[in-house]
């Protein structure tokens, strides 16, 4: 490609008048371009490239987002408004430039803007690096979050860490995974503000010492600790045009000294530089290994960094305008977004405690009335506990608080319940067993919380009656449902411009905001020129997919077939072996009945495995190893190809949602919380092939069962089956041939070069009569279902008008009403209704 044109700038270099603060006209735009390439890149603009080009808009569209969140805090404070502080690990925004441009609602000006400087505005976004603050649904649905906050204009923050390495770069290098640093950050990002002030002190490890003060009460002080400074790093979130900017802080470790002299008076410099590195470790990357001691140590260390520092920024703020805490929980709100901040709890009643020397009832009472907990996981492994000796080390006085909680708390409980010694264990926030005493931090979350959510209806109904049903019983009216969502100014208007100006042409925009509008698509299914327009939009969108696809991994596919789609982070749970279990039998009907008209099918996975999770990592290795077979055999030819696109992130999502057919959200029934893949595949009009299992029940009730395809066990049946199993997998395979071949297929060598050996373990979890997620249980209804996804797609006309109704009830899931109920009925903030 030849190099853009660079228009007329050379002309006007020597004559570049000062920026403006806010500009949003194109001459103004242009004006601070290429202000921004000379002042903060020491550029000559007449040698600007597109990478100088893409850092001097981004950095004049952070100077328009700083002047409207400059006011936006003065508001906040002139108003003594109630704050929210979402706490989250996680924060997977993806690139940040489109999504200010539309936000802010100046698309066509900084369109024309670039273009004039001879530059494709398109082009300039891919120079983008998506930020690695984040790993899967957790991180993303926080970003959506963030932005409806904003959009609602709800007071808020979101408070993470500032990670320098992302989970991992993935690479597929002879079908395996193998992971390389994500250094997301080496040349640095033009979004973020680095903020020399405030910067706080976080301390671990040291020892308890007590004392008497000037009243004679009993104090505790933490002394002895080895300290590291979290410095702060703002990115600005933009409402839709709103004027209405918040911001994420996210914490950076610093060594508390630059370099410890102490190792100099000994000759030390290797350790003094040690030392520093070990500090700063704490946000280097996100989420170490923690299969051994140093990991969980590093993790455990990471979450107590990132509340410390939050919560002396929250009391910095908290205390400008007030001198005791009797409004403390009147002026703050604070959401534990998953159990990883649930330090947090310990940590305030620390700070009332040990600092601000209030007694254990008020501070208790300000804890209880300042959390609440977000639960996001009905998988056990994912409750997180912390043994009760490396807390001691670490945190020693969180430790003692902990105690004193889970005391005051079981006497609670043994009034209740006298004699119920079971019930005290299965309550108590410390588990003892033969491993020795861990903590539950999910259990302390819960009692440290005025709200538990789970976050779809079924998954909130499991929390209660199978995972937590003492302390539902103990805690009526704690538990409740808020159905996650997606924002559909990332997931509709950005990723699928195509699609939403379609749908902005016939029923306006001002479903961008309410997405309820949606459903005056609904009386369009009979409207032939939409539906073809539909089709025509469904077909672009596939066709920039399979360009990807032939760049990413060297496969060409065919645009018309099915895009049949799996995308997220690979466990056994999520059963992407299934998936791949179908495509053999697919595979086999193609080659044995050539005569069968089958739905021709391109078949997209992608997704990252944990670097520990090996069996996972041996789950990617079949796929691509059925790929490569499938993609090579001219007897299928192009009715069939199989693709797995490495490094999965955000920007990925925003092309294959768009284009995709059909969806694949086919977790074991009971195991899935929510899902949000699911909602954003239903927004852009692809199908959904699921069990009932986390939010596609209520995508069921929503779009209806003649517009998806259900399959499988319900969470109640899957419960029972792994308890009186009413057919082994080897019952079924000796009943169903289909199943059996398959079976055979996938031992005897087909897809892994004669070598019996390399999937057997995927074999024997297959064939394991207590296999937990039920794959052969499930299977045969799976490929009966697909069978009906193939001929429901052969008719196209049938298939657009299911499409389409897909999309006009999909008003339930965005984010904006999922914020709207947190926010009134959990903070207690109201919320205006957007116009």
């Not at 302390?471 to 939403?500: D, H, M, Q, V």
């Not at 995508?699 to 792994?722: C, D, H, P, Q, W």
């Not at 009830?809 to 959990?826: C, L, N, P, V, W």
Request: charged share 25%; net charge neutral; proline share 4%.
């Amino acid at each position: 490609m030849s190099p853009p044109k660079r228009a007329k700038q050379c002309k006007i270099v020597s004559k570049i008048p000062p920026a403006d603060m806010c500009p949003t006209t194109v001459e103004s735009l242009k004006k601070n371009i290429l202000h921004h390439v000379m002042s903060f890149q020491g550029r000559d603009p007449e040698r600007a490239g597109k990478s100088d080009i893409y850092k001097a808009l981004a950095y004049t569209l952070r100077d328009i987002m700083t002047e409207k969140w400059i006011d936006t805090q003065k508001a906040y404070y002139d108003k003594e408004k109630k704050r929210v502080y979402y706490l989250s690990l996680e924060f997977l925004i993806g690139r940040s430039l489109s999504n200010a441009i539309i936000n802010l609602g100046i698309y066509d000006q900084v369109k024309g803007a670039v273009e004039e400087l001879g530059y494709d505005l398109n082009i300039l976004a891919e120079e983008e690096e998506d930020a690695a603050l984040g790993n899967g649904g957790l991180g993303r649905l926080a970003a959506c979050f963030m932005d409806s906050i904003a959009t609602l204009k709800i007071p808020a923050y979101g408070y993470g860490i500032r990670y320098e390495y992302g989970l991992f770069y993935q690479q597929l290098i002879d079908g395996y995974q193998v992971e390389s640093p994500d250094n997301w950050l080496r040349y640095g990002t033009p979004w973020e503000f680095d903020r020399k002030m405030p910067v706080f002190p976080v301390h671990f490890y040291g020892r308890v010492s007590t004392y008497q003060d000037s009243e004679g009460n009993y104090r505790v002080k933490w002394v002895d600790t080895t300290d590291v400074m979290a410095m702060p790093c703002d990115i600005m979130v933009p409402g839709y045009e709103n004027d209405h900017v918040i911001n994420m802080r996210l914490w950076t470790a610093r060594a508390s000294r630059e370099l410890d002299l102490n190792y100099f008076s000994h000759g030390d410099y290797i350790g003094a530089v040690q030392s520093k590195v070990s500090s700063e470790t704490i946000s280097k990357v996100l989420y170490p290994p923690d299969h051994n001691l140093a990991g969980q140590e590093l993790r455990l260390k990471q979450q107590y960094f990132f509340v410390a520092a939050t919560f002396q920024d929250i009391m910095r703020r908290y205390k400008k305008k007030h001198h005791d805490f009797s409004k403390f929980s009147d002026r703050v709100a604070v959401q534990l977004n998953d159990t990883h901040p649930a330090i947090a709890i310990p940590e305030l009643m620390r700070l009332l405690l040990d600092e601000e020397g209030l007694n254990w009832e008020k501070a208790w009472t300000v804890c209880i009335n300042t959390f609440a907990y977000t639960n996001h996981t009905l998988m056990p492994e994912a409750l997180e506990k912390w043994t009760v000796e490396m807390m001691d080390r670490v945190l020693p006085r969180h430790l003692q608080i902990i105690y004193e909680i889970n005391q005051r708390f079981l006497d609670m409980v043994k009034q209740q319940y006298p004699g119920d010694i079971h019930r005290l264990q299965t309550m108590s926030i410390i588990e003892e067993n033969w491993e020795g005493k861990k903590i539950r931090m999910a259990h302390l979350a819960i009692i440290g919380s005025h709200s538990v959510n789970g976050v779809a209806e079924l998954h909130a109904k499991l929390l209660k009656e199978n995972i937590f049903p003492t302390f539902n019983e103990f805690y009526p009216g704690k538990f409740n449902s808020k159905t996650n969502g997606i924002t559909p100014r990332r997931w509709l208007l950005l990723a699928n411009p195509g699609l939403s100006d379609l749908i902005s042409g016939q029923i306006g925009t001002g479903w961008i905001t309410d997405l309820d509008q949606l459903h005056g698509l609904a009386p369009l299914v009979d409207d032939k020129t939409f539906c073809r327009k539909w089709q025509e939009v469904k077909l672009g969108n596939k066709k920039r997919l399979a360009l990807l696809i032939h760049e990413l991994c060297g496969v060409a596919v065919d645009p018309y077939a099915m895009f049949d789609v799996q995308v997220k982070r690979i466990h056994e749970y999520k059963r992407q072996l299934l998936n791949c279990l179908h495509i053999i039998s697919l595979y086999h009907q193609m080659i044995k009945y050539p005569e069968r008209e089958l739905a021709s099918r391109v078949i997209i996975f992608a997704g990252k495995a944990a670097p520990s999770y090996w069996i996972a990592k041996l789950i990617i290795k079949l796929i691509t190893s059925v790929a490569d077979v499938i993609n090579n055999d001219p007897r299928v030819g192009k009715r069939l190809r199989v693709v797995f696109l490495p490094n999965y992130n955000v920007s990925q999502a925003e092309v294959i949602m768009p284009a995709a057919d059909l969806s694949e959200q086919i977790s074991t029934a009971g195991t899935e919380a929510s899902g949000t893949g699911n909602m954003k595949f239903s927004l852009n009009g692809a199908l959904t092939i699921g069990t009932l299992d986390g939010a596609n029940i209520e995508i069921l009730e929503e779009v209806g069962s003649k517009n998806i395809f259900i399959f499988g066990l319900t969470a109640a049946e899957a419960e029972y089956e792994r308890l009186n199993s009413s057919r082994s997998p080897q019952q079924i395979c000796d009943e169903n041939p289909v199943v059996n071949e398959v079976m055979a297929s996938l031992g005897n060598g087909a897809f892994s070069r004669g070598n019996k050996e390399l999937f057997r373990p995927l074999v024997e979890s297959l064939m394991n009569p207590q296999d937990p997620y039920l794959l052969l249980r499930d299977f045969e209804s799976y490929l009966e279902c697909q069978q009906r996804v193939g001929k429901a797609f052969a008719d196209q006309e049938q298939w657009t008008r299911m499409a389409i109704l897909n999309v006009a009830r999909m008003g339930k899931f965005s984010t904006d009403r999922t914020i709207r109920q947190y926010a009134e009925e959990i903070w207690g903030i109201p919320v205006e209704k957007l116009t």
